[in-house]
């Protein structure tokens, strides 16, 4: 284990549902990231909180609304989905947001029907 | 255009053969380049992380190589094992605190 955890593992949700991802993170890093993994596809980097503030929104539709309330949790609340948000969702720490190295955590496997 | 492309998308090689993996960027200025392998249905574990004075830095059989000015790298695995199937993700770090990924390479060894 790389000391990020993510709950749940597996979510399937329709598409008025309202759901929340969490991460945890046993590393005492000050960083966490979101990242939406596609298959075939980058990862795309898609929240940065850096000491509990938000450092970077990549342009990301307001149905995903993160919350950080300390450095070790970190949420991705889900609302009004769409299919194409299906995707596998990935937890990252880091001591720093420069160029220090991130501990992912397994994902979240999120299907919307 | 990604500014990290990885070659080939996917690999499947026999067990105990060696094997490379390409990484070519646009990242500009760079600062390093990081493999990460990627098991199904986990997240990312860092192999190695190369600056730009590097070459050459080995973790076990894997190897991975850069070439700064051609803004090329590779990773070479030797005497491939079962359990070295999984995605390789080549990622670029610039010095302004960005890094890209590299859609990876599906490598698959079979016995």
């Known amino acids: 284990e790389t000391g990020v955890t993510q709950t749940p593992r597996h979510l399937v949700m329709g598409m008025t549902n309202k759901k929340s991802l969490k991460c945890e993170q046993h590393?005492?890093?000050?960083?966490m990231y979101w990242y939406k993994q596609s298959a075939k596809k980058p990862l795309e980097l898609m929240f940065v909180?850096?000491?509990?503030?938000?450092?970077e929104n990549n342009s990301v539709p307001s149905r995903f609304s993160p919350e950080c309330p300390n450095s070790s949790h970190l949420f991705l609340h889900l609302h009004t989905l769409q299919p194409e948000d299906s995707a596998l969702y990935l937890c990252?720490?880091?001591?720093?947001?420069?160029?220090?190295?991130?501990?992912f955590g397994p994902g979240t496997r999120l299907t919307v029907l | 255009k990604n500014q990290v492309e990885q070659s080939p998308q996917s690999l499947i090689i026999l067990e105990g053969k060696n094997c490379t993996l390409q990484?070519?960027?646009?990242?500009?200025?760079?600062?390093?380049l990081r493999w990460y392998k990627q098991d199904t249905g986990r997240g990312p574990v860092s192999l190695t992380i190369m600056t730009f004075s590097e070459n050459t830095k080995s973790n076990g059989r894997y190897t991975a190589t850069l070439d700064a000015d051609t803004k090329q790298s590779s990773l070479h695995i030797t005497a491939s094992q079962l359990s070295d199937s999984a995605s390789y993700i080549c990622v670029v770090s610039a010095k302004r605190n960005d890094m890209r990924f590299g859609a990876g390479t599906r490598l698959t060894v079979k016995p």
């Open positions: 990252a720490s880091s001591q720093g947001t420069s160029t220090y190295e991130q501990f």
């Open positions: 990484c070519n960027y646009t990242v500009s200025p760079f600062s390093n």
């Open positions: 590393l005492g890093h000050n960083a």
């Open positions: 909180y850096n000491f509990k503030e938000q450092t």
